[in-house]
């Protein structure tokens, strides 16, 4: 729906809510200047999407400077608009917001795109730690592109959702907003698993009307008992979101029916004791299933949740949950951070002091203790993964951690040092191993010693769950271990080298380390043996560089060896520059298929390396001045042909009994042969697995990515080297 700024305007008129309309005019009509002319996906103009931004953040009752700056929040990085004209337009305050909202601008070029996404997080939560504000507007900016992400190319729709559901749906949800979130990650879902988004809609709306009438009914029975408080609580029926019903069913297995929390009701009431004296009248009423039993209000989730939550079944035989909170926890529930601007006017939490926001601290202080910003955006999703197990110390004090969180993740929780001199711990009263999984009502002990000599090791990491946790580890291998990182590093680097028979010179290394921002070939080495940057990014790194260099080495006559090549009859489906009997070979490092668009590349021994045109490597070499432009050369696949070519497909999976044996049926249901299958168990838990496949184009292996996508437990199957 196309929102015009008139439509703000009234929005703001009347509210209940005092906004400075000047300055929020001035800002439209500066944006509207400025973005004139460029219009999004959907064919409207481009003004259209601040617009829409803004509106998300009225209803959200924010505040002025918060408008101001969603007008604006596109404007630096997609016009001539300056950061120094927004300040002297509209102060320093909207400028600031403008500035944290606004995407990594110039990167390098040998930049991965998960670097990049690594780095926009990071600046996103530098940004959050100075002003919360910043994230709100993030998010509504994240929402709005995902109601119109329709009008975008199949490709973008789930890198996109992807992203929104690691990141921006986590996020909504660590602040307590419950709307957006939900909003979010059932968009994502019907991107990325659109089958079974169907299914699940599919099932609610035959059942809507008969869900309708029962949840009538049992309001009616609440109010009976309860009608008489006073004031008389409020009661709503709800439905739970699809995406929270499809992780019950496709990822943990469960049928529909099985799902007690599809129905529900929420009683809203005055106080935390009118909140448990309800709970009584409905175990009264209603038959509680044992161990579906929650209380939110006495051990508050991470993001200031608080609720009791309980299961019951009626006369109809029907389970359904009960919700029961008081206003104030209601607003926090739906609108997390914002209801400070909602139910609060005037309350500022420009500078996060207190501990509702030192999660965004701890999560920027484990960022110092890597090198390796993949990593850090990994340990990021994790640490802001909605699903989280409460745990208790022998004192009774709860701690909150990631989902499949173990005795060292709770361990660095208490405190860096007993982490690092824990020898071993006791759950519920019983001793256990270092990788035991917490679960949730767990008493955990934990026992250290005063050796000075004592310290984690580095399979730690392999067992730690949290971000914090493996920060911690990494910071005393780091600290207390140079000399055994470094020699563990060196002999890793050697014996890649070797394998891949490699001779490169020490000086070539260093200048490895300070392409990758390593101080010196020495803080490499160390970096690699205590986990700072991953071995198989390393391995990435050496055969990109060294490999890369030695095809195209001693080529001083471009001309000559390009005439040469010709004479060579091997064409394997492509022609180059008119002739189609040319040696060639295909880049690993993008692996083009028919369908692609290419360009080819003449290198030492190999003929014609073949390149998509949107590889990385392509990408950066191309326009420099030492990019050989004579050795690139225009190349196009050949009509007719019936080669088949490799293509490796990374998917991401719960892990699960049967899980192989399901991707390799979807993928020889098609007649498709495969050559090679890697799989191994992440350490979040998931599985993920690499399978090689013998495929004739684009259009082929897209049918296979969609039918493996359906295969039960899959969250995500991407095409490698892309």
């Known amino acids: 729906m196309f929102f015009t700024f008139d439509n703000l305007l009234k929005k703001i008129k009347i509210g209940e809510k005092n906004y400075d309309a000047d300055k929020i005019t001035a800002a439209y009509d500066l944006a509207s200047s400025a973005h004139e002319g460029q219009t999004r996906s959907s064919g409207e103009p481009y003004i259209s999407h601040p617009v829409a931004v803004a509106l998300i953040l009225l209803e959200m009752c924010m505040d002025t400077d918060t408008i101001t700056a969603s007008l604006l929040h596109d404007v630096v990085e997609d016009t001539n608009i300056t950061l120094d004209v927004i300040r002297k337009k509209f102060g320093s305050d909207v400028a600031a917001l403008v500035d944290g909202v606004t995407k990594i601008g110039l990167v390098p070029l040998n930049t991965s795109k998960e670097e990049q996404n690594a780095e926009n997080i990071r600046k996103i939560l530098i940004a959050m730690s100075r002003d919360i504000r910043v994230i709100i507007i993030k998010l509504a900016d994240r929402l709005h592109n995902m109601r119109t992400l329709g009008f975008t190319d199949p490709e973008k729709q789930r890198r996109v959702s992807l992203e929104t559901m690691s990141f921006y749906a986590p996020i909504a949800h660590r602040l307590g907003i419950a709307d957006m979130k939900e909003e979010m990650e059932d968009i994502s879902l019907s991107y990325l698993d659109a089958y079974a988004f169907k299914e699940i809609e599919e099932k609610l709306k035959i059942h809507k009307r008969e869900r309708d009438e029962f949840i009538e009914k049992i309001k009616e029975r609440i109010i009976d008992r309860v009608g008489d408080m006073n004031p008389p609580p409020v009661i709503e029926g709800r439905v739970k979101g699809i995406y929270s019903i499809y992780k019950k069913v496709y990822i943990n297995g469960k049928d529909f029916e099985e799902i007690y929390d599809v129905y529900a009701v929420r009683i809203i009431v005055r106080s935390d004791i009118d909140c448990y004296n309800v709970l009584g009248i409905i175990h009264d009423m209603f038959t509680p299933i044992p161990y579906r039993f929650k209380d939110y209000i006495a051990t508050p989730k991470a993001n200031r949740y608080q609720s009791l939550h309980t299961t019951v079944l009626g006369k109809e035989g029907v389970p359904f949950e009960v919700q029961i909170r008081t206003v104030e926890m209601h607003n926090t529930a739906q609108h997390g951070v914002a209801a400070h601007w909602r139910y609060k006017a005037g309350l500022s939490l420009k500078r996060n002091t207190g501990e509702r926001f030192d999660w965004i601290r701890r999560i920027l202080e484990q960022q110092q203790e890597s090198d390796d910003v993949e990593q850090i955006a990994e340990s990021i999703k994790v640490d802001l993964a909605p699903d989280e197990v409460h745990v208790f110390t ?202 692609d668009e290419i360009i080819g590349f003449v290198t030492r021994g190999y003929g014609v390396s073949v390149h998509k045109k949107s590889c990385v490597n392509v990408q950066g070499r191309l326009g420099k001045p030492d990019s050989g432009e004579e050795r690139w050369l225009e190349t196009k696949w050949a009509d007719g042909s019936n080669i088949l070519y490799s293509a490796t497909l990374d998917i991401i999976a719960t892990e699960r009994k049967g899980l192989i044996a399901d991707i390799t049926v979807a993928i020889a249901s098609n007649n498709i042969s495969i050559s090679g299958l890697v799989g191994r168990v992440l350490k979040n838990g998931n599985a993920s697995v690499l399978v090689t496949i013998e495929i004739a184009g684009v259009e082929q292996l897209n049918g296979i990515i969609s039918k493996l996508n359906r295969v039960q437990g899959v969250i995500s199957t991407e095409r490698a080297g892309k």
Request: hydrophobic share 35%; glycine share 8%; aromatic share 8%.
């Open 394 to 595: 022998p004192q009774g004090d709860v701690k909150s951690l990631p989902e499949g969180s173990t005795v060292i993740d709770f361990a660095y929780s208490i405190h860096t040092h007993i982490g690092n001199k824990m020898t071993g711990a006791r759950v519920s009263g019983r001793m256990v191993k270092f990788d035991y999984v917490l679960k949730t009502g767990d008493i955990v002990e934990i026992m250290t010693t005063n050796s000075a000599d004592y310290g984690p090791n580095p399979d730690w990491l392999n067992i730690a769950k949290s971000g914090e946790a493996k920060a911690k580890i990494r910071n005393w291998l780091k600290r207390e271990r140079r000399d055994e990182n470094i020699e563990a590093g060196r002999a890793f680097v050697e014996s890649e080298l070797k394998r891949d028979n490699i001779e490169v010179k020490e000086e070539e290394l260093a200048a490895l380390a300070e392409k990758h921002r390593f101080n010196s070939l020495e803080d490499f080495y160390a970096a690699i043996g205590y986990g700072g940057v991953t071995a198989t990014k390393v391995s990435f790194w050496i055969k990109e560089d060294f490999v890369r260099k030695d095809e195209t080495a001693g080529q001083t006559d471009p001309d000559a060896y390009i005439a040469e090549i010709r004479k060579k009859k091997q064409s394997r489906g492509v022609i180059v520059e008119g002739i189609e009997d040319c040696l060639v070979k295909f880049a690993q490092c993008c692996n083009p298929l028919p369908g």
